[in-house]
T-cell receptor, first 115, second 115 residues
Framework: AQSVAQPEDQVNVAEGNPLTVKCTYS??????LFWYVQYPNRGLQFLLK??????LVKGSYGFEAEFNKSQTSFHLKKPSALVSDSALYFC?????????????FGTGTLLAVQP | GAGVSQTPSNKVTEKGKYVELRCDPI?????LYWYRQSLGQGPEFLIY????????DSGLPNDRFFAVRPEGSVSTLKIQRTERGDSAVYLC?????????????FGPGTRLTVL
């Protein structure tokens, strides 16, 4: 069965510092991986995805993620954090069983950026 | 352009009551998904529509839950005899089905509270 794990419930970082939010995956075959962000009382907003090609994927709001097949990881990164980046971040993998293409989410990581 | 919309944004009901949650997907998106997000968890798949038909309802927790999409656009999630355990945020997502790599775009969700 496909799954993703987000090992950190919360990440704290000072504004202006680089940030990393970790995600590891377990899938059979090549994974399709996604990052979403959720602000309070709002739905999920798409940040970026890895399907194939370059291991470094660039997305919205200056975020990027690095696909590492040997470590089965897809960590989200940003060179310089903003207070406005504070939110709940979810990693997800597309289910490869059947034609539904549903997403399987991790438990989320709360990013807190201190001014 | 308009994104996925969901109504109501909040719904408070009493145990045993019937509720309907509405999702209006992005125009032209033929694939529609319902997910449920419990407190402190990532979203979990409920049901998937391709056009008017429910192609995969394997995530529905029991027969109190039902969803329709009669004209292939708006969808309604229906919950009968609500229980306190049904309290959660119900998220709707839509996707263009031109390829397996397509992104799901989420609505803001409906927060359901069963008293």
């Amino acid at each position: 069965a496909q799954s993703v794990a987000q090992p950190e419930d919360q990440v704290n970082v000072a504004e202006g510092n680089p940030l990393t939010v970790k995600c590891t995956y377990s899938v059979s075959g090549n994974p399709y991986l996604f990052w979403y962000v959720q602000y309070p009382n709002r739905g999920l907003q798409f940040l970026l995805k890895y399907i194939t090609g370059d291991n470094l994927v660039k997305g919205s709001y200056g975020f990027e993620a690095e696909f590492n097949k040997s470590q089965t990881s897809f960590h989200l990164k940003k060179p310089s954090a903003l207070v406005s980046d504070s939110a709940l971040y979810f990693c997800a993998v597309r289910d490869r069983g059947g034609a539904t293409n549903k997403l399987i989410f991790g438990t989320g990581t709360l990013l807190a950026v201190q001014p | 352009g308009a994104g996925v919309s969901q109504t109501p944004s909040n719904k408070v009901t009493e145990k045993g009551k019937y509720v309907e949650l509405r999702c209006d997907p992005i125009s032209g998106h033929t694939a529609l998904y319902w997910y449920r997000q419990s407190l402190g968890q990532g979203p979990e798949f409920l049901i998937y529509f391709q056009g008017t038909g429910a192609a995969d309802d394997s995530g529905l927790p029991n027969d109190r839950f039902f969803a329709v999409r009669p004209e292939g656009s708006v969808s309604t999630l229906k919950i009968q005899r609500t229980e306190r355990g049904d309290s959660a945020v119900y998220l709707c997502a839509s996707r263009v089905t031109s390829g397996v790599s397509d992104t799901q775009y989420f609505g803001p969700g409906t927060r359901l509270t069963v008293l």
